[in-house]
């Protein structure tokens, strides 16, 4: 079973993203983090790096925002790195499973899964070409 976690927007400035959307919705901002090694090998695209912000909705909804950097030449519109591109997060209980799942039915992971102090996740293509990410909460 999968429920949406998040969905996610490549920005190119994440302080002007983050002050955007706080302003024009309301967001309010849930944490900031940056990553090196671990989003180039979620991604599967050597040396990317990033600084993501994640802002919750009044609804609830969280949006997260990701600003790339060291995108190396030929990955400028590798999705989710292309700025006004992004991904759906879908939340799973056991990520080895889902994944499993989605493969069966043609999905492709970009690179390999990743472990962070929240959880696991893995960002996957699917046979019409989009993007989403398999999350795993840690318990």
């Known amino acids: 079973m999968s429920a949406t976690d998040h969905a996610s927007l490549a920005v190119s400035?994440?302080?002007?993203?983050?002050?955007?959307?706080?302003?024009?919705?309301g967001s309010d901002e849930l944490f900031r983090d940056a990553h090196a090694e671990a989003i180039a090998t979620l991604t599967g695209v050597p040396g990317l790096r990033c600084s993501l912000a994640q802002l919750r909705h009044p609804d609830g909804g969280v949006l997260e925002l990701?600003?790339?950097a060291g995108v190396p030449e030929g990955h400028e519109d590798a999705?989710?790195?292309?700025?006004?591109?992004?991904?759906?997060a879908?939340?799973?209980?056991?990520?080895?499973?889902?994944?499993?799942r989605v493969r069966a039915e043609g999905a492709?992971?970009?690179?390999e899964t990743v472990t962070f102090a929240t959880g696991r996740a893995v960002y996957v293509r699917e046979p019409a070409g989009s993007v989403f990410?398999?999350?795993?909460?840690?318990?």
């Open 13 to 25: 400035d994440l302080d002007a993203g983050v002050r955007f959307y706080a302003a024009a919705f």
């Open 90 to 100: 879908f939340r799973v209980a056991d990520l080895d499973a889902a994944l499993a």
């Open 79 to 88: 999705a989710p790195v292309r700025v006004g591109h992004g991904h759906v």
């Open 133 to 139: 990410e398999l999350y795993e909460p840690a318990a």
């Open 108 to 111: 492709a992971p970009l690179g």
């Open 66 to 68: 990701v600003a790339f």
